[in-house]
């Protein structure tokens, strides 16, 4: 899940009550940008805790912001002023002003963000902007509170083909691959989906309700369960076996999603099912491990809440440093994820299965893997020496490692794809 901080907090409720994409900027101070930052910027404010992922396109003396995690694209900013190397530029959301203050260093700009009085560093590098998704490969279908939007990559060759459907992470984890909450792109998922199309096997990938194209179909976080989003998987997979362009329909699943993709496999069907780095054990067994390295009388109080919700009871009381975790607004989706157990949803699939690790992941161990293969009769066990979580080859070290998540350029493991695909195909 994803951690968020009071001063996250803040700034996101600012921004999700503008509610804006872009639009015109008639009041826009027009100072002449230089031509040595006009162009495409990315980068992060730094909140403690949660990093804010955003962007910047300066052009011809005017500005547009982007920040993906809070649905805002293309807002324009008011003022532009470049003075070289000082550059400031600010934008007002529903009356709350974002002030930029910061130097051009080569290709870098580094400065602080004002907010209600509150400064923020932040860092922008030069970058590429994202080209949008040909509207060929863009499909629709009707779920809970809408339409949701996929991407689909159809092999070259003549059809029928073999369809898979892609279903990414936990928290705000996009059809790429890519955490809203991160600075940078692995774009791990794109990858696979773009190497299996070129192996003739279809994919279908979405950003989850809430996320990217499908950000419209957020809910409340109090409203949000685990089940709407296995019912959207099951939505899809419908999808797919009513589209007479298919054969054999899948599901690869990764991390929250391989159990989110099991969960649907078994509520709808389906020909076969993949894990990559999926958890082999309930949600509060995740999370007393991953918590364990916290002072002996925090880690106390969240094992005593996860007591509690999994007694299907709430905790009001709920300790500053623990409430990026266990907010009261998060603990009913924290209940319904923990209701599942991979283990027992694995020994009724009724689909061939291949369960992935990577020795190298640094958030799911690969003997996760191992308890899933285990527990399915008849399945495959694929453990990929050197694979990281982001499915990336890296060598045992976590600098590294981490730096993997935010590389583009890095390819995926060595065999990964092979092994699917040949898996799918037979």
């Given at each position: 899940?994803?951690?968020?901080?009071?001063?996250?907090?803040?700034?996101?409720?600012?921004?999700?009550?503008?509610?804006?994409?872009?639009?015109?900027?008639?009041?826009?101070?027009?100072?002449?940008?230089?031509?040595?930052?006009?162009?495409?910027?990315?980068?992060?404010?730094?909140?403690?805790?949660?990093?804010?992922?955003?962007?910047?396109?300066?052009?011809?003396?005017?500005?547009?912001?982007?920040?993906?995690?809070?649905?805002?694209?293309?807002?324009?900013?008011?003022?532009?002023?470049?003075?070289?190397?000082?550059?400031?530029?600010?934008?007002?959301?529903?009356?709350?002003?974002?002030?930029?203050?910061?130097?051009?260093?080569?290709?870098?700009?580094?400065?602080?963000?004002?907010?209600?009085?509150?400064?923020?560093?932040?860092?922008?590098?030069?970058?590429?902007?994202?080209?949008?998704?040909?509207?060929?490969?863009?499909?629709?279908?009707?779920?809970?509170?809408?339409?949701?939007?996929?991407?689909?990559?159809?092999p070259d060759q003549d059809g029928p083909h073999?369809?898979?459907?892609?279903?990414?992470?936990?928290?705000?984890?996009?059809?790429?691959?890519?955490?809203?909450?991160?600075?940078?792109?692995?774009?791990?998922?794109?990858?696979?989906?773009?190497?299996?199309?070129?192996?003739?096997?279809?994919?279908?990938?979405?950003?989850?309700?809430?996320?990217?194209?499908?950000?419209?179909?957020?809910?409340?976080?109090?409203?949000?369960?685990?089940?709407?989003?296995?019912?959207?998987?099951?939505?899809?997979?419908?999808?797919?076996?009513?589209?007479?362009?298919?054969?054999?329909?899948?599901?690869?699943?990764?991390?929250?999603?391989?159990?989110?993709?099991?969960?649907?496999?078994?509520?709808?069907?389906?020909?076969?099912?993949?894990?990559?780095?999926?958890?082999?054990?309930?949600?509060?067994?995740?999370?007393?491990?991953?918590?364990?390295?916290?002072?002996?009388?925090?880690?106390?109080?969240?094992?005593?809440?996860?007591?509690?919700?999994?007694?299907?009871?709430?905790?009001?009381?709920?300790?500053?440093?623990?409430?990026?975790?266990?907010?009261?607004?998060?603990?009913?989706?924290?209940?319904?994820?923990?209701?599942?157990?991979?283990?027992?949803?694995?020994?009724?699939?009724?689909?061939?299965?291949?369960?992935?690790?990577?020795?190298?992941?640094?958030?799911?161990?690969?003997?996760?893997?191992?308890?899933?293969?285990?527990?399915k009769a008849g399945s495959e066990l694929l453990?990929?020496?050197?694979?990281?979580?982001?499915?990336?080859?890296?060598?045992?070290?976590?600098?590294?490692?981490?730096?993997?998540?935010?590389?583009?350029?890095?390819?995926?493991?060595?065999?990964?794809?092979?092994?699917?695909?040949?898996?799918?195909?037979?």
């Open positions: 899940m994803t951690k968020w901080t009071a001063a996250f907090l803040a700034l996101a409720g600012i921004l999700l009550a503008a509610g804006c994409s872009g639009g015109n900027n008639e009041d826009a101070e027009k100072n002449g940008t230089n031509a040595e930052i006009e162009g495409f910027w990315q980068g992060a404010i730094e909140v403690p805790g949660q990093p804010i992922p955003f962007s910047i396109e300066f052009t011809e003396g005017e500005g547009s912001l982007s920040i993906p995690l809070q649905g805002v694209e293309n807002y324009p900013l008011s003022t532009v002023k470049f003075d070289d190397p000082e550059v400031a530029f600010d934008a007002n959301l529903q009356g709350e002003r974002l002030v930029f203050e910061g130097k051009l260093n080569a290709e870098k700009i580094t400065g602080t963000m004002t907010q209600r009085n509150q400064k923020f560093p932040f860092e922008l590098e030069r970058g590429e902007k994202e080209q949008a998704a040909d509207p060929e490969k863009i499909v629709e279908m009707a779920v809970e509170g809408g339409m949701m939007q996929a991407l689909e990559e159809i073999p369809v898979a459907i892609l279903i990414a992470g936990s928290g705000p984890t996009d059809k790429d691959g890519n955490s809203l909450t991160l600075a940078g792109k692995n774009n791990s998922l794109k990858m696979l989906a773009e190497e299996l199309k070129a192996k003739g096997i279809a994919v279908i990938r979405y950003d989850k309700r809430g996320v990217g194209d499908n950000a419209a179909l957020a809910k409340a976080e109090s409203e949000l369960r685990f089940d709407d989003y296995a019912e959207d998987a099951a939505a899809w997979i419908r999808f797919a076996k009513e589209d007479k362009r298919f054969t054999d329909v899948s599901v690869i699943g990764h991390s929250e999603g391989a159990l989110v993709g099991l969960v649907a496999a078994n509520q709808q069907g389906l020909d076969s099912y993949i894990s990559l780095a999926g958890v082999g054990r309930t949600a509060d067994d995740l999370l007393r491990e991953q918590l364990s390295t916290l002072p002996a009388d925090q880690f106390e109080e969240a094992q005593a809440i996860l007591d509690q919700l999994a007694q299907g009871k709430t905790v009001d009381e709920v300790s500053p440093e623990l409430q990026q975790i266990f907010r009261p607004s998060v603990q009913p989706y924290l209940q319904s994820w923990m209701a599942y157990d991979p283990i027992a949803q694995a020994e009724t699939l009724n689909a061939e299965a291949l369960f992935v690790g990577g020795t190298h992941d640094l958030q799911v161990p690969a003997d996760d893997a191992r308890l899933l293969h285990e527990a453990i990929v020496d050197g694979m990281n979580h982001v499915l990336k080859s890296v060598p045992d070290d976590e600098e590294t490692n981490l730096a993997a998540y935010a590389d583009p350029e890095l390819p995926l493991a060595d065999g990964l794809v092979d092994a699917i695909a040949e898996f799918l195909k037979n």
